[in-house]
C-alpha cells in the first residue's frame, strides 16, 4: 500500500504482529523507538522536525519559515512526538489523512486504512447503536465508528497515550476565527482570499509532478484550475459528462483548460458504471464510498487515470465559500445591524442570489426570527423504522461553539463538516496522492472569519471567490448562476436496478433488525415515481448502508457479536 500508515505505541518487541503485517502490505519502518514503531507505504513522505516530532505526510508552513513543529504548519499529515512519558500522536486540521485507533493487547495502535489491520483485529463487530445514526445523521462524521472499539482520531485532534490510558482532545476548532469577524469590504476579502488560494495550491503542487486536476467546469474547480496555471505546476484535466444536459458541462470546462492552458481529457459518466447493489470495492471502518457515484470512478479509471498521478479536486467550494440557499445570511445581518439600510440591502442580496423578491425573503426573515435557530444536526427518518433509530446524535468536538455562534455561520461550519466526510469516500481516491487545496486551513480560517452576508455581495453567492477570481477566468465561469446536476443520470440507474434494490433492502440485516420501514420502502420502489421526485436518493443512502453492513459481515475477520448471533 504506497498511502498506508500503520503504527503501534507501546514496545516494538511487543508487537510483532504489527510488524508483520506492515511487511505484508509493503510498508516500511520510519521510527522505532523505545515505546513506539512507524511504519508508512513508499509514496508517503516522512521526516523529523527540529522539535524531534515525526511527520507522516505533507506539512507546509504556515509563515514562510522552515517549520519547526507541527504546530507552525498545516497540511495533510500525522505528526508523532513524545512529552516527557507521554506519546502523543496529532492529525492536522481539515486536511489530515485519516487515522484510526484501538487497543492492543499491549499499547494502542493505529492505521490510515482498514486493511492494513485485517489480520490484527480479533472478534470484530459492527457498531449497531452507530449503524442507526448513520442511517439518519447524514455525513454526521464523529469518532464513533462502525466496528466496537475502533475510533477516528478527527481531523485538528490529537492522542495521547503515556502507556496505560488514552486521551483525545481538540486542538484546532472553527469557533475561534468566526468569533474574529473580518472587517474588510469585500472587494479586500477578495483579495485576500485569492492569495490564500494561490499560497495553498502553490503548497500543495510543489514537489507533484504529472498532477490530474478534476475540473467539473464550476467555480470551484475552476479556481484551482487558475492557481495551478499561476504556480506553473505540471498538470493536466479531467472532465466527467454524463449523457444527460444536466451533468455535461464540457463547455464550461473547456473554456477554462483553454484559458489556463491546460490539455483535458473528457470522460464519459453513464448509468452503465453505477452499481447500486455489490458491496463497495474497499472496505472502510464505516460507510465509504456512495454507491451512486460509482460512474466517476469507473470513468476515471477507464481515462486512464493511474495510480502514480496525484489527483487535486475542488471540492469544498460551495462548504467553504459559504454557498447557502437559506435566510441565514439575512437574519445574520439584521442581529447585526438591526432595521438599518444595511440590513435592507442584504435582504436585497440574499433574495436575488435565490431567485426570490426582497419581499419574500423578509417574510422569511421574519419567520426565522420567530422559529429561532435549529439545534443539533438535521436528522432523516424517511424509509426508517422511527421507534428504533436514536433521537440525538452523537457528540463530536466543534458541538459546544455553536451554541453562541450566529444562524449563518452556524450552517457554514456545518457545511464544512459535512464535506469533510466526503474527503476520504471515492473509491477512485483509495491508497492515492489526493490533493484538496479549497479545505486547505489557511483558507478555511479566513472564509470562517468573512460574515456570512458578505459572500453574497452583488447579489450572487460565493461572491468573495467570483471577485478574487474574476480577472483569471471566463466570465461565463465566473458569474454563472446555474450548476451541473447528475439527477438524470441517478434517475436511470435507479430505474434500471429498482427491483433489486427493493430486494437489497426488503431482504436485509437493517430490514431484519426493525430499523427500515418495509411498506413505505416497497410502495416507493412499485410505483417508481420519480418525476420531480428524489426521494430514491434516500433509499440509496440507506443501501450503501446495508451494502456496508453485508461486506463487514462477509470479510474474513468479522466476528458476531452476541446480539447478532
Known amino acids: 500500500m504506497k498511502q498506508g500508515l500503520l503504527a503501534f505505541l507501546g514496545a516494538p518487541d511487543r508487537a510483532a504482529d504489527v510488524a508483520a503485517a506492515a511487511e505484508r502490505h509493503g510498508l516500511g519502518a520510519v521510527a522505532i523507538e523505545h515505546d513506539h514503531i512507524l511504519f508508512a507505504g513508499s509514496d508517503l513522505p516522512s521526516r523529523r522536525l527540529a522539535d524531534g516530532s515525526v511527520i507522516l505526510g505533507d506539512i507546509f508552513t504556515r509563515t514562510g519559515v522552515s517549520v519547526q513543529a507541527p504546530a507552525d504548519g498545516w497540511g495533510n499529515f500525522i505528526a508523532v512526538a513524545r512529552q516527557g512519558d507521554t506519546l502523543t500522536v496529532e492529525r492536522a486540521a481539515l486536511t489530515g489523512m485519516p487515522l484510526y485507533w484501538c487497543r492492543h493487547p499491549n499499547g494502542i495502535l493505529c492505521f490510515s486504512h482498514l486493511e492494513l489491520v485485517r489480520d490484527l483485529l480479533s472478534d470484530v463487530s459492527i457498531d449497531w447503536e452507530f449503524v ?140 452503465t458504471g453505477i452499481d447500486l447493489l455489490s ?83 423578509v417574510r422569511l426573515l421574519v419567520r426565522a426570527r420567530r422559529a429561532g435557530p435549529r439545534r443539533g444536526w438535521p436528522r432523516e427518518a424517511s424509509f426508517c423504522n422511527q421507534a428504533a433509530l436514536p433521537a440525538e446524535p452523537f457528540a463530536h468536538p466543534w458541538d459546544d461553539g455553536a451554541v453562541g455562534a450566529s444562524r449563518g455561520k452556524r450552517k457554514h461550519v456545518e457545511a464544512i463538516r459535512r464535506i469533510l466526510d466526503f474527503a476520504d469516500r471515492p473509491d477512485r481516491w483509495y491508497d492515492r496522492d489526493v490533493g484538496l487545496p479549497l479545505l486547505s486551513q489557511p483558507v478555511v480560517e479566513l ?75 416497497s410502495a416507493y420502489i412499485e410505483a417508481a415515481d420519480v418525476v420531480g421526485n428524489f426521494d430514491y436518493f434516500r433509499l440509496l443512502e440507506i443501501a450503501d448502508v446495508e451494502r456496508w453492513v453485508r461486506a463487514v459481515e462477509a470479510s474474513s475477520f468479522f466476528s458476531p457479536s452476541k446480539d447478532q448471533r
Open 132 to 271: 442507526g445514526q448513520a442511517l439518519v445523521y447524514s455525513n454526521l462524521r464523529t469518532e464513533r465508528t462502525g466496528i466496537v472499539g475502533l475510533l477516528e482520531l478527527l481531523p485538528g485532534c490529537s492522542l495521547a497515550f503515556d502507556g496505560h490510558g488514552a486521551a483525545v482532545r481538540a486542538i484546532w476548532l472553527p469557533w475561534e476565527h468566526v468569533a474574529k469577524p473580518a472587517a474588510s469590504g469585500a472587494a479586500e476579502l477578495a483579495l485576500a482570499l485569492e492569495l490564500r488560494v494561490d499560497n495553498s495550491v502553490k503548497a500543495w503542487s510543489s514537489g507533484r509532478s504529472d498532477i490530474l486536476l478534476e475540473l467539473s467546469g464550476g467555480l470551484d474547480s475552476s479556481i484551482i484550475a487558475a492557481s495551478l496555471s499561476a504556480a506553473g505546476a505540471d498538470f493536466s484535466a479531467i472532465n466527467f459528462a454524463t449523457p444527460g444536459a444536466d451533468g455535461d458541462e464540457r463547455h464550461f470546462a473547456r473554456a477554462v483548460a483553454e484559458r489556463v492552458g491546460a490539455a483535458m481529457i473528457e470522460a464519459r459518466n453513464d448509468d
Open 447 to 521: 472564509c470562517l472569519s468573512i460574515p456570512s452576508w458578505v459572500w453574497f455581495t452583488g447579489g450572487r453567492d460565493r461572491a468573495v471567490a467570483r471577485a478574487a477570481f474574476a480577472n483569471r477566468l471566463p466570465a461565463s465561469v465566473v458569474w454563472r448562476r446555474d450548476k451541473g446536476r447528475l439527477e438524470s443520470l441517478c434517475t436511470a440507474a435507479f430505474l434500471r436496478q429498482r427491483h433489486e434494490l427493493g430486494k437489497l433492502l426488503l431482504d436485509g440485516r437493517l430490514a431484519a433488525r426493525g430499523l427500515l420501514d418495509a411498506a413505505s420502502i
Open 279 to 361: 458491496p463497495p470495492a474497499n472496505l472502510h471502518p464505516r460507510p465509504g464510498a456512495y454507491g451512486v457515484l460509482a460512474g466517476l470512478d469507473h470513468a476515471f479509471e477507464e481515462a486512464g487515470g493511474g495510480k502514480a498521478k496525484a489527483v487535486i479536486g475542488g471540492i469544498g467550494g460551495d462548504n467553504v465559500f459559504a454557498f447557502d440557499s437559506s435566510i441565514g445570511p439575512a437574519v445574520d445581518a439584521f442581529e447585526q445591524f438591526g432595521f438599518s439600510r444595511r440590513t435592507f440591502a442584504v435582504l436585497r442580496d440574499v433574495a436575488r442570489a435565490g431567485g426570490a423578491t426582497i419581499w419574500e425573503a
